[in-house]
């Protein structure tokens, strides 16, 4: 039986080779100060109610942060977004001085420009492991006609025009 480092190793590659869209998850602080991250731990939950969710890693700098808001916003990037990827998994401070941005009629950090932004509130926090699990009830959708932001084996990149002909 292998060791733990390589099963952890295994189960990494094996996750890094599935592609997965990527998002920037912001939210004002108690401060009411604008944050955000990259997150690529997306995914629908429910229809009736609209459910997604979303993980963050408990040794984020923000993580006690986003614990204690009541409303996020999950944008996905668009394929021309991969700054904002990199800008928002850096360790910038003042991330939102070097995007656009604006405040939404919810209260809300929205990215100007992405594929999409979900406006949620909290529906269920739940623990996992390193990570919390944070559940969100979506109240107010944002859909522009773009392409996707993709993550694969460490990359991020675009599906090539060619693939939807």
């Given at each position: ?69 009541d409303?996020f ?12 990827c ?80």
């Amino acid at each position: 039986m292998e060791n733990k480092m390589e099963h952890i190793a295994r189960y990494k590659a094996a996750m890094g080779n599935y592609p997965t869209g990527v998002t920037v998850v912001t939210a004002f602080n108690q401060d009411g100060k604008p944050m955000g991250l990259t997150v690529n731990s997306f995914a629908s939950v429910s229809l009736e109610p609209l459910l997604i969710l979303w993980s963050i890693d408990k040794r984020v700098y923000s993580y006690n942060d986003f614990l204690k808001v009541d409303k996020f916003t999950v944008n996905i990037l668009s394929a021309d977004q991969g700054d904002l990827c990199t800008l928002f998994s850096s360790k910038v401070e003042d991330r939102f001085s070097q995007c656009d941005w604006k405040e939404s009629s919810l209260n809300l950090p929205v990215l100007t420009n992405s594929l999409a932004a979900l406006q949620c509130k909290v529906f269920k926090q739940i623990e996992a492991g390193d990570h919390t699990i944070l559940i969100g009830e979506v109240l107010d959708i944002q859909n522009e006609d773009k392409e996707p932001l993709l993550y694969h084996r460490r990359n991020i990149g675009a599906i090539p025009k060619e693939f939807y002909n």
